[in-house]
């Protein structure tokens, strides 16, 4: 719109689609690490972490249909657009969970865990993520978004399949990989900036991106909250300031900076360029502001300290599932309450069916692919809870 008014410089209306895709996914490391470094709630933490994780999938989705559009306007309609975004992410996402699944299944019965074979359980481990690239790619859908929820499915059901030894030794390794991919990113992120041809001309259009980026994240930010704070209890809601935490760790990294690059072959005109030259400075600007500022941020909204954390004791974690305070159920009274609202009963009976899933995951996903082990399916005791000797004679009584 503000091309229309030739108020910043103006690219087609695909190409605003393609750029907001790409600049769209956030890649909150440096405030993550901060969070971690400062003793930030945990449940903070995992919002800003699954948030970036979600994005980066749609935004590679979304950034490819709008490529597939542009290549191919003729005959392209709404219809077309929804459908071609639902191949790519839910056949991706198809693909790297059967891959995953397959994965948990030959490491339970393969019995690789003795000695001399864990240095092949080790290298199949991290295989199982590159063929989960390759078979997605090679049937035209993201290998990106495919090894994105191959590796979701691996660590909740083929890790517990490895061996000690090669657990300690997976983590260090990815550890240590992501570290490195991230440094090489900023590195070359940095020569980037030093040796490719910028088009710095229009600045108009760089700010005006950074303050438009802020807007429609407070939306979707508070929005979201708002709605996911209708059906869950009131020890379960969203407090506002985790909000404003939420909002402000909105950086842009790597993986908008990889797509910007992309667009420069997607794109003619040197639009590309222009794109790689917005998110670029978006990326720079996002880390060293946002990224600079999060500890005193933290301070500000008072996330941080010993009072921060919202970390039940474990009789009171034991308390609540055992009488169905965390399985996202809600009462009678609730129920009749919230009758009239069409939209807070939609929420409730979706909480209900990720609730569900959650159960089917308990009961019958974890026992099939995974092997349970004498230290799982030991009962819950005192002893085993880390419980001292008064919440030990509480549990008891």
Not at 134 to 141: D, N, Q, R, T
Not at 180 to 188: N, R
Not at 216 to 221: F, I, L, Q, S
Not at 274 to 290: H, K, S
Request: charged share 15%.
């Amino acid at each position: 719109m503000a091309g229309l008014m030739h108020l910043i410089y103006r690219l087609p209306f695909v190409e605003c689609l393609m750029f907001g895709a790409l600049i769209s996914a956030t890649d909150p490391v440096t405030v993550l690490s901060i969070f971690q470094e400062l003793g930030t709630d945990v449940n903070l933490y995992a919002l800003v972490f699954g948030e970036s994780v979600l994005n980066d999938a749609m935004a590679i989705s979304l950034y490819r249909t709008m490529t597939v559009i542009k290549s191919n306007p003729s005959g392209q309609n709404f219809f077309m657009v929804v459908v071609r975004f639902l191949e790519t992410f839910v056949g991706s996402l198809s693909a790297g969970v059967g891959v995953g699944f397959v994965s948990a299944l030959l490491f339970k019965y393969s019995g690789l865990d003795i000695d001399n074979l864990q240095n092949l359980e080790s290298c199949l481990f991290v295989l199982f993520p590159y063929f989960s690239y390759m078979l997605a790619e090679g049937l035209g859908l993201s290998g990106i978004v495919s090894i994105l929820f191959t590796g979701m499915v691996m660590k909740h059901y083929t890790y517990s399949n490895l061996s000690r030894s090669s657990q300690r030794f997976v983590s260090a390794f990815f550890e240590l990989i992501s570290s490195l991919a991230e440094t090489f990113v900023f590195i070359y992120m940095g020569f980037d900036i030093a040796m490719e041809k910028h088009s710095w001309s229009h600045v108009g259009f760089i700010f005006s991106s950074i303050i438009f980026i802020g807007i429609a994240r407070a939306a979707n930010v508070f929005s979201c909250a708002y709605l996911v704070n209708l059906v869950r209890p009131a020890y379960r809601q969203i407090p506002r300031k985790h909000q404003k935490a939420l909002w402000y760790s909105g950086l842009r990294g790597a993986m908008a900076f990889a797509l910007a690059l992309q667009s420069i072959h997607d794109l003619p005109n040197g639009h590309g360029q222009i794109i790689l030259t917005a998110t670029t400075a978006i990326v720079v600007l996002t880390v060293l502001l946002i990224g600079g500022s999060t500890g005193t941020m933290l301070e500000a909204l008072q996330v941080v300290g010993s009072d921060s954390p919202i970390i039940q004791s474990p009789l009171a974690s034991v308390t609540r599932s055992t009488f169905g305070g965390t399985n996202g159920y809600l009462s009678p009274e609730d129920e009749e309450s919230s009758s009239g609202n069409k939209i807070k009963m939609r929420l409730q009976e979706f909480q209900r069916s990720a609730a569900s899933f959650t159960a089917l995951d308990k009961n019958y996903l974890t026992p099939f692919f995974t092997s349970q082990n004498e230290d799982e399916a030991m009962p819950l005791t005192s002893e085993n809870m880390g419980l001292d000797d008064d919440d030990r004679e509480n549990y008891s009584s």
